[in-house]
Nanobody
Framework: QVQLVESGGGLVQAGGSLRLSCGASGLSFSNYGMGWFRQAPGKERDFVASITWSGGSTAYADSVKGRFTISRDNAKNTVYLQMNSLKPEDTAVFYC????????????????????WGQGTQVNVSS
């Protein structure tokens, strides 16, 4: 079965950095677009960043542009989210997600676009 496992979350001070990783198994990784989402307590799950199967195209939420970078390594079946200049408002559970890339060059951004989800990793940013 498909498994997505996030890691790399933790507690960091404002202005600091974290790199999240998401390892995938049970799917042909290079055929999937990948995304990162986050959910703060009492709020809906929001789009953060996504990347096409090849890594050739990316998309970001306005709130993270210039601070976060999504990347992938298809040889390692892993997608990453480098988060710099973290703010307290970035505190959330971060989830990775996968969507079969029927349209190879589409960048997907909606929760409903994605089929498979990880369990999430907690990111806490202190002020």
């Amino acid at each position: 079965q498909v498994q997505l496992v996030e890691s790399g979350g933790g507690l960091v001070q404002a202005g600091g950095s974290l790199r999240l990783s998401c390892g995938a198994s049970g799917l042909s990784f290079s055929n999937y677009g990948m995304g990162w989402f986050r959910q703060a307590p009492g709020k809906e799950r929001d789009f953060v960043a996504s990347i096409t199967w090849s890594g050739g195209s990316t998309a970001y939420a306005d709130s993270v542009k210039g601070r976060f970078t999504i990347s992938r390594d298809n040889a390692k079946n892993t997608v990453y989210l480098q988060m710099n200049s973290l703010k307290p408002e970035d505190t959330a559970v971060f989830y990775c997600a996968a969507k079969y890339a029927y349209l190879r060059n589409n960048v997907y951004t909606a929760v409903s676009d994605f089929t498979y989800w990880g369990q999430g990793t907690q990111v806490n940013v202190s002020s």
